[in-house]
């Protein structure tokens, strides 16, 4: 297996297969839609001139942290370009992603509870499934990662391969430092589709039936065979084109990930010429109060699941419902914080409405409950007891700490046409 470390970094769900196992259409390098293929899509869609050609910008402190890529006399590289057979793969996930044929009732798509202009999250506590349901739990923002690469956020991947002699998918799964849900029972993007798509309340769609449907589409075989080399969209691949379109939204161009480069470079006293004492003063409270869970540099979580004292008793037990264990019980995922302004209402139940409601919580409201995490605990000498902090922020701290967390704000995800609606 030939894998390719520019390619792991960004859209690390693909393999990359041996020369002699690429389907003629792999080997081939990937070129435009022909004017007939274009005229049929054009029918339904608005792609532009796709190219299949992407480059992100990462921060440096995050090249920084990658084991490949630079040289010793410029430094790590700072620009990373996607694979193309990625991105036509790409191409038809971001169709499957805004299509409601993907719900029984074409009531819903990925899209109504992963808005792009929110992020690819939901203004909902609990958003809208079909026949009048509602989900059990807050819609994570998918813009609230800087890449869903497992080097850079911790998430699992999922490897793929055909079996040209059987003409059978071959897929393996990675398992990451965090996963995906509430209660990170899904371990890629893909088994996450998998899961959502026939799910009774949010989509109910069986995936056998839905690829039988899509196969008889013109538009979906000229999507899949540009992705795939065939006709033939199976629910592996459905799922699989979902993951590489999740794949390639990223929000690392942000004021913050200046901030940390600039903390990467320069001296202290040179800082604040270009962020505000304010800025800097939520950088320093939010390092010393809450990176133990969320990382202070907000590639990839401290930890990957915590309870975080909501309440002293709790409906939803989240990962302790999940695997019966009651030392789990009110355990949920420490979410990504990127885009976190754009993202409300917060927490597994969207009971907060803002985040200064988020940062009261953690100020004064945190409950003692039996498995609150110890990074929310302190330890008296004098007592030799452990309970829970009391951060006490003062009006002024608590500001700081919001406008700090608005610096998290992605330029560019909300608004990058490669990401939004293609039907017209």
């Known amino acids: 297996m030939r894998y390719l470390p520019l390619i792991l970094l960004l859209l690390p769900l693909t393999a990359c297969l041996d020369d002699e196992r690429l389907s003629p259409d792999d ?7 022909t004017a007939e293929e274009r005229a049929v899509l054009q029918q339904t869609l608005t792609i532009g001139d796709e190219t299949f050609q992407q480059s992100v910008q990462l921060p ?18 700072r620009t990373m370009d996607l ?42 506590a609990f ?11 807050n819609s994570i923002a998918l813009g609230s990662v800087p890449t869903f690469a497992q080097e850079v956020s911790g998430y ?24 995906f849900f509430w209660d990170e029972r899904a371990r890629t993007i893909k088994d996450q589709s998998t899961i959502t798509i026939q799910d009774n309340l949010e989509m109910g769609r069986d995936l056998d039936e ?14 899949t065979r540009k992705a795939y080399g065939t006709d033939d969209l199976t629910p592996e691949r459905i799922t699989l084109a979902l993951e590489k379109f999740c794949a390639t939204i990223t929000s690392m161009d942000t004021r913050f990930d200046e901030l940390i480069d600039v903390t990467f470079t320069q001296p202290m006293e040179e800082w604040n010429q270009s962020f505000s004492s304010q800025e800097l003063q939520g950088m320093e409270l939010f390092n010393m109060n809450c990176a133990g869970c969320h990382g202070s540099t907000l590639t990839q979580p401290n930890q990957s699941i915590a309870n975080n004292g909501l309440d002293l008793e709790y409906t939803d037990q989240g990962v302790g419902a999940l695997h019966n264990d009651g030392m789990l019980n009110g ?11 754009l993202t409300a209402p917060y927490m597994h139940d969207g009971r907060f409405a803002t985040l200064r409601e988020v940062v009261d919580h953690y100020s004064e409201g945190i409950q003692q409950h039996p498995n609150l995490n110890l990074e929310l605990q302190e330890f008296d000498q004098a007592t030799g007891q452990t309970h829970l902090r009391r951060m006490n922020f003062t009006e002024e701290e608590k500001q700081a700490l919001v406008t700090f967390l608005e610096l998290a704000t992605d330029r560019s995800v909300t608004t990058d046409p490669r990401l939004s609606d293609p039907f017209k």
């Open 156 to 179: 699992g991947e999922t490897s793929f391969e055909q079996d040209f002699s059987t003409g059978n998918d071959i897929m393996s799964t990675s398992a990451g430092s965090v996963a």
């Open 331 to 341: 355990v949920f995922k420490v979410p990504f914080l990127r885009n976190v302004a």
């Open 83 to 124: 694979e193309p057979r990625d991105l036509t793969k790409a191409l038809l996930g971001r169709v499957l992603f805004y299509d409601t044929q993907l719900s029984a009732t074409g009531e819903t798509s990925c899209a109504t509870c992963h808005q792009q202009k929110l992020a690819f999250g939901d203004n909902l």
């Open 127 to 137: 958003s809208k499934g079909i026949n009048g349901h509602v989900t059990k739990r």
């Open 60 to 77: 440096l402190h995050i090249a920084q942290t990658m084991p490949i890529t630079g040289d010793f006399n410029n430094g790590p590289s």
């Open 27 to 33: 080997a081939n390098p990937v070129t435009p839609f």
């Open 210 to 223: 839905l690829a039988a449907d899509l196969r008889r589409q013109d538009m979906y075989r000229i999507l």
